[in-house]
């Protein structure tokens, strides 16, 4: 079955970073769009970024310019790499993966940024 299993979650100050990565199994990675999302308690998951088979990027507002996805489809990984990071990042983040219409997530990582 397919999983993915994240990593790279923490505590971090305001303006710092922290990179997060998620490790796939059970799909034919290289063909499957990536993503990440993430949860605060009381609203709805929410895009933050997405990179497809191709390469293609696609980030929410929030993240432009401070966030970057990337994929190593040789290691089955897809990463978050963050940077700049603002008290209103704190959220639980999650991998995802689409292929053929179908999401599969891995469990979530708890990301707090102190103020």
């Known amino acids: 079955q397919v999983r993915l299993v994240v990593s790279g979650g923490g505590l971090v100050q305001s303006g710092g970073s922290l990179t997060l990565s998620c490790a796939a199994s059970?799909?034919?990675?290289?063909?499957?769009?990536m993503g990440w999302y993430r949860q605060t308690p009381g609203k709805q998951r929410e895009l933050v970024a997405t990179i497809t088979s191709a390469g293609v990027l696609n980030y929410a507002d929030s993240q432009k310019g401070r966030f970057t996805i990337s994929r190593d489809n040789a290691k089955k990984t897809v990463y978050l790499q963050m940077n700049s990071l603002k008290p209103e990042d704190t959220a639980v983040y999650y991998c995802?993966?689409?292929?053929?219409?179908?999401?599969?997530w891995g469990q979530g990582t708890q990301v707090t940024v102190s103020s």
């Open positions: 059970g799909i034919i990675f290289s063909a499957a769009t």
């Open positions: 995802a993966a689409k292929r053929s219409n179908t999401y599969y």
